[in-house]
């Protein structure tokens, strides 16, 4: 693999049976792969034998090298070899932006002054809103080292191990097994229930930072890097199920019942999902059918009833279920919380077919004379809608982080595409019309984002019940303001991309697969038109409560 190569070796190999290009001063033996490029075997004999740099990245994202680079490189060129860099971190200096005639231009600082020194290393591609400000050199408040060492951790997996790949899990309908296995080695799973860190329940660690250290901001990290693999689908697979169905086991769970389960849930062996909505009931949650008996002996409940557009649910073996156990006039107050085994027979899954989130195992269930012992109820019998509330916001405050990184992914795929792509006679960036549409982008996330911080800064300082009663009603508001973030900007990036976004996977296929994904985070979890509702109705139901004046 790692030949040396002059050009004129290159130029050696030229024909269909002896194919090599040369791309980023690295070699590349095409003459099997041919056969299957998806853009044709023609247009690679046209440049075989050449650097075929600008016509590859003309037609291809980084992806693609990071793909196929294994398998078809077998070398770089001699110059590449003189001109390659000592091999040594390379430290970026600070900048400090300088305002001149309206234009503001990075100029490095002379000495980094004490409140500068504040601020940590920029991070990423520095593409400007791309990532949120604080990986820029931008203070925050919010985000330590710690924060940094767990970015920098993600980011590797993501972009090495998953980003390359999503595409094909997504039309696979399914993540392999060790991936979701890597979620609970790397100790990702135990970090997600919106909670201190369970060490007491697993031996499983995060590399970047210690269990007493763990912090919401760091939980936020974690979604948020998650998300820029671009795909609903990989997300929910990764942390849907479990990051919804756990947290209540593990708050309202009898002790005997976690310590049994929990810490083979942790590590990634068990799979364990939240089933509450039903064919009939959706937000009303109120209103569900699915009936627990509870036998004669009083030692089992008997479970019948259906539930739907369950995640994971084909994958689980356990399921944190709403039930009614009380009369159907008793509404609310006859809903219970049972944590039912699959190893209990009498439960039946089955994939369903939907628009968006293809690799996330949406599930249609059933449960027939389910017997489910009364060990499994979590919290008490008919006081389960607490136990499903106090979930809510855990819940919502997941769909907003992925919702923004994948507005964020929206625009950087756009921002990336905008400056290679030439129409009448100039980069499309070039055209003001283009530049609205990301500036009503960026405005959109920063917004978001600011609010989102602001948010898990106030249920990190909040006792859990004054955080579900105050924050219930902003976290609504600000799912609502996410999904149509995201809505709004899935759809000026496949405008930008045209037809590269209408077609699956290539350039554009990040931005058809999100555009995929839409509804399914603007109608779960509490759908626009009831987050909108419930923001104003709980808020003003809690300016109520502190004094309020009219
Ligand atoms: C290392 C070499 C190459 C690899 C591994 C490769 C791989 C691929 C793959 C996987 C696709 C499918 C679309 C995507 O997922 O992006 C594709 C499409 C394409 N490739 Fe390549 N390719 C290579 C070199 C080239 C070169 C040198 C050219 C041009 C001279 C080229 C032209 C195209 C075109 C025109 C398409 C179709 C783009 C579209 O559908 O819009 N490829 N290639």
């Known amino acids: 693999m790692s030949k040396t190569f002059t050009q004129a070796d290159v130029a050696s190999h030229n024909k269909p049976n002896d194919l090599y290009i040369i791309v980023d001063e690295d070699v590349y033996d095409l003459t099997a792969f041919q056969d299957e490029h998806p853009g044709g075997k023609k247009i690679l004999t046209r440049v075989a034998g050449k650097d075929a740099s600008k016509q590859f990245w003309k037609y291809h994202n980084e992806g693609i090298l990071k793909k196929y680079k294994g398998k078809l490189q077998v070398g770089s060129l001699n110059t590449k070899a003189a001109s390659a860099p000592p091999k040594v971190e390379e430290k970026k200096e600070p900048v400090k932006p300088k305002a001149e005639s309206g234009a503001v231009v990075p100029v490095p600082a002379a000495a980094p002054d004490r409140e500068m020194s504040e601020a940590l290393e920029p991070f990423g591609d520095l593409i400007p809103f791309a990532d949120p400000s604080w990986y820029q050199g931008y203070h925050s408040p919010y985000f330590s080292e710690t924060h940094a060492a767990l970015r920098a951790e993600i980011r590797e997996w993501v972009t090495n191990e998953i980003e390359p790949f999503v595409g094909e899990w997504d039309e696979a309908r399914?993540?392999?097994?060790?991936?979701?296995?890597?979620?609970?080695?790397?100790?990702?799973?135990?970090?997600?229930?919106?909670?201190?860190?369970?060490?007491?329940?697993?031996?499983?660690?995060?590399?970047?930072?210690?269990?007493?250290?763990?912090?919401?901001?760091?939980?936020?990290?974690?979604?948020?890097?998650?998300?820029?693999?671009?795909?609903?689908?990989?997300?929910?697979?990764?942390?849907?199920?479990?990051?919804?169905?756990?947290?209540?086991?593990?708050?309202?769970?009898?002790?005997?019942?976690?310590?049994?389960?929990?810490?083979?849930?942790?590590?990634?062996?068990?799979?364990?999902?939240?089933?509450?909505?039903?064919?009939?009931?959706?937000?009303?949650?109120?209103?569900?059918?699915?009936?627990?008996?509870?036998?004669?002996?009083?030692?089992?409940?008997?479970?019948?009833?259906?539930?739907?557009?369950?995640?994971?649910?084909?994958?689980?073996?356990?399921?944190?279920?709403?039930?009614?156990?009380?009369?159907?006039?008793?509404?609310?107050?006859?809903?219970?919380?049972?944590?039912?085994?699959?190893?209990?027979?009498?439960?039946?899954?089955?994939?369903?077919?939907?628009?968006?989130?293809?690799?996330?195992?949406?599930?249609?269930?059933?449960?027939?004379?389910?017997?489910?012992?009364?060990?499994?109820?979590?919290?008490?019998?008919?006081?389960?809608?607490?136990?499903?509330?106090?979930?809510?916001?855990?819940e919502r405050i997941g769909i907003i982080i992925q919702c923004i990184r994948f507005s964020r992914v929206c625009y950087e795929e756009s921002i990336k595409y905008a400056h290679k792509r030439r129409t009448f006679g100039k980069k499309l960036i070039e055209h003001p019309v283009i530049r609205l549409k990301l500036?009503?982008?960026?405005?959109?996330?920063?917004?978001?984002?600011?609010?989102?911080?602001?948010?898990?800064?106030?249920?990190?300082?909040?006792?859990?019940?004054?955080?579900m009663l105050r924050l219930g009603g902003p976290i609504a508001g600000l799912k609502a303001q996410a999904t149509v973030t995201f809505e709004f900007c899935a759809r000026e990036a496949s405008q930008i991309f045209g037809g590269l976004s209408y077609s699956r996977g290539g350039q554009g296929g990040k931005v058809e697969r999100l555009y995929r994904d839409v509804r399914a985070y603007a109608i779960p979890g509490g759908s626009e038109e009831i987050m909108l509702d419930l923001s104003i109705r709980q808020s003003l139901r809690v300016g109520k409560v502190l004094g309020m004046k009219l």
């Not at 917004?447 to 948010?455: D, G, I, K, V």
């Open 174 to 394: 399914k993540v392999p097994d060790e991936i979701y296995k890597q979620m609970g080695t790397r100790g990702y799973l135990a970090g997600l229930m919106g909670m201190h860190y369970p060490a007491e329940y697993t031996n499983n660690r995060i590399k970047s930072v210690a269990p007493e250290k763990w912090d919401l901001f760091h939980e936020l990290l974690l979604t948020d890097e998650l998300s820029r693999a671009a795909s609903g689908g990989f997300v929910w697979n990764v942390i849907g199920g479990f990051g919804i169905g756990c947290p209540p086991l593990v708050k309202f769970g009898k002790k005997e019942l976690v310590k049994r389960i929990l810490p083979e849930i942790l590590n990634g062996d068990k799979r364990i999902c939240l089933a509450i909505t039903e064919p009939d009931a959706g937000s009303d949650v109120a209103n569900l059918g699915c009936e627990a008996v509870l036998s004669e002996d009083g030692k089992h409940y008997i479970v019948n009833g259906e539930k739907k557009w369950i995640t994971n649910g084909v994958w689980c073996d356990y399921f944190t279920t709403a039930v009614r156990t009380g009369t159907k006039e008793s509404g609310m107050n006859g809903v219970s919380v049972l944590l039912i085994e699959r190893s209990f027979g009498g439960v039946s899954t089955r994939k369903m077919d939907c628009q968006g989130v293809w690799s996330s195992g949406t599930t249609y269930i059933t449960f027939e004379d389910v017997k489910v012992p009364v060990e499994n109820l979590i919290g008490k019998e008919n006081q389960g809608f607490k136990v499903i509330m106090t979930n809510f916001n855990h």
């Open 439 to 467: 500036a009503h982008m960026a405005r959109q996330i920063e917004a978001s984002y600011s609010w989102l911080e602001s948010l898990i800064h106030q249920i990190s300082n909040m006792p859990e019940q004054l955080a």
